[in-house]
């Protein structure tokens, strides 16, 4: 069975840090460009970063550029998300999915679930 399921959201202050977790099972992840997502309450879900599977090329959407860092680790089926210096517009549900690719220099993310396979989300609250 594919799945994805997603880690280490929770409640943090602003300026904290958070390490998110895409673990992998039922396929090899490292064959497959991934992608984390968020939508926060009443607004649309966006692509956040992107990281691909040969190369290991990152993207960063303008938001995040400087404080996230995407990651993988093929050995441990997972791909890593860690969030710093956080702050409360970054409250949202967080989802990895195989959902972006990269060609001739351009990412594209595919946030409305209708390609790839995705995780079931993790909660990131970001509030003093």
């Known amino acids: 069975q594919v799945q994805l399921v997603e880690s280490g959201g929770g409640l943090v202050q602003p300026g904290g840090s958070l390490r998110l977790s895409c673990a992998a099972s039922?396929?090899?992840?490292?064959?497959?460009?991934v992608g984390w997502f968020r939508q926060a309450p009443g607004k649309e879900r966006e692509g956040v970063s992107c990281?691909?599977?040969?190369?290991?090329?990152?993207y960063y959407a303008d938001s995040v550029k400087g404080r996230f860092t995407i990651t993988r680790d093929n050995g441990k089926n997972t791909v890593y998300l860690q969030m710093n210096s956080l702050k409360p517009e970054d409250t949202a549900v967080y989802y990895c999915?195989?959902?972006?690719?990269?060609?001739?220099?351009?990412?594209?993310?595919?946030?409305?679930?209708?390609?790839?396979?995705w995780g079931q989300g993790t909660q990131v609250t970001v509030s003093s």
């Open positions: 999915a195989t959902a972006c690719t990269y060609y001739s220099g351009t990412y594209t993310l595919y946030p409305k679930g209708d390609f790839g396979s």
């Open positions: 039922g396929f090899t992840l490292g064959y497959y460009n």
């Open positions: 990281i691909t599977s040969s190369d290991v090329r990152t």
